[in-house]
């Protein structure tokens, strides 16, 4: 009997869960702290009205012989995925088939599950600092090979994103195969203008490459010249698969639903990757259940897109509050206009778990280690807008009380 012993090179814990770990010691020192937790990337608003009562509708139908569903479609029910396509892409110009959709219970499931489609032998492009999924799923294939002082692995490539660079990747100066992308980003809320992202997509398409495009966060972009969508660029078709989820625009964070679209014109080796991911699904995935998935087309409804904006505009004016008041006090902040996600360079001189120590521990505030997301990653932080709007208020106070 063998293990799969790339599961050992990973840390033996995900960096939230170091992070709950540390607070949870402290708070049992402390009881009466007052922890305000602007760290990890959970929705607090609740679900839109127009979303609670389609899931409610379509409970009273299950209770029904004739209504009643059992096993949903692997891929997605008819009705969501061409909702999906209408409202997300349709409206941008861009032309999908239905069957290109794959609906799903998250963004960060299929980002790491699309792995299986892919061999081990390829080189894998990611971005530093980046969402941990991309590598540890990875390096659980066995694409990572070793772990180096630098805290990188020796089969990846690296691509460096601070301020110097204003924390957009470099194009891979060798041959790279698979390529992660997110914008707008997660940790450091920079978005990528259209220009800057063709780039990209010449690039795979001259290389052979696939971009794996997480946009997960596009429903806060608010630039005319920045893509909801990587297939709003030309030629993306032939070189792209994109993430999307419910969970940071709709707040299904806890109902998961996402999808993932896979064109039929991407192909390696005159294989359609669409077709290797419906064989994957259709093996591994027994669907998203019908009162899920009629939860998420009520997101299109016209009540639920008007709810479901008034939910983003709420995380975006918690996302000003935190940037407009630490830059009051000097401190070098960034992101926080098309996403949710506040990146901040930490102040005199301080590590970034030195940091997350001072917040948690004379501001009662809980944050996320930019380190903890790479080592490119090291002396920033990220702060997320997805709180209580006067928790939020009262967080920056408390730090501004101490940096000030």
């Not at 020192?29 to 679900?47: E, H, K, Q, S, Y």
């Not at 999908?96 to 219970?105: K, M, N, Q, R």
């Not at 780039?199 to 806060?220: C, F, H, K, P």
Request: contains cysteine; aromatic residues 12%; hydrophobic residues 40%.
């Amino acid at each position: 009997m063998k293990i799969n012993e790339n599961f050992l090179k990973i840390r033996n814990n995900y960096l939230f869960s170091d992070i709950a770990k540390k607070v949870a010691a402290y708070k049992e020192a402390n009881p009466a702290a007052d922890i305000i937790r602007l760290g990890i990337g959970d929705v607090t608003r609740p679900l839109p009205l127009a979303v609670t009562d389609a899931m409610k509708k379509a409970v009273e139908e299950q209770t029904t012989a004739e209504g009643f569903r059992g096993y949903p479609p692997e891929y997605g029910y008819d009705f969501l995925r061409s909702a999906i396509n209408r409202h997300d892409y349709a409206v941008r110009g861009v032309q999908l088939a239905d069957d290109e959709i794959f609906v799903s219970d998250g963004a960060k499931s299929d980002c790491g599950n699309i792995g299986d489609i892919f061999s081990v032998d390829n080189v894998v492009a990611v971005c530093d600092p980046l969402y941990p999924v991309y590598i540890d799923t990875n390096v659980m294939a066995g694409r990572s090979g070793d772990l180096l002082d630098s805290g990188r692995w020796s089969n990846f490539h690296y691509m460096p994103c601070t301020a110097e660079n204003d924390f957009l990747p470099a194009l891979p100066d060798r041959h790279v195969d698979i390529i992660y992308l997110c914008f707008p980003n997660n940790p450091t809320g920079m978005a990528i203008t259209k220009t800057q992202l063709q780039a990209w997509v010449d690039y795979a398409n001259a290389n052979g490459s696939v971009i794996l495009y997480d946009s997960a966060y596009e429903a806060y972009i608010t630039g005319e010249d920045k893509p909801h969508s990587i297939f709003e660029l030309p030629g993306a078709e032939t070189c792209a698969i994109e993430f999307r989820s419910f969970s940071k625009t709709a707040g299904f964070t806890g109902a998961r639903c996402a999808y993932t679209v896979v064109p039929h014109a991407l192909k390696v080796n005159g294989v359609e990757l669409n077709q290797l991911w419906a064989r994957r699904q259709a093996t591994k995935f027994n669907g998203v259940s019908y009162i899920t998935q009629r939860g998420a087309e009520a997101v299109y409804s016209e009540a639920g897109k008007l709810q479901v904006r008034a939910t983003i505009d709420y995380y975006r004016k918690n996302a000003d509050v935190i940037y407009n008041g630490l830059k009051k006090i000097g401190f070098a902040v960034y992101g926080g206009v098309d996403s949710p996600y506040i990146w901040l360079h930490t102040p005199d001189g301080l590590t970034s778990w030195e940091f997350f120590d001072r917040l948690l521990h004379e501001a009662n505030v809980v944050g996320t280690p930019g380190s903890g997301f790479g080592p490119a990653g090291e002396g920033y932080f990220r702060l997320t807008a997805f709180g209580d709007a006067a928790r939020t208020r009262e967080a920056v106070e408390r730090i501004v009380k101490i940096f000030g």
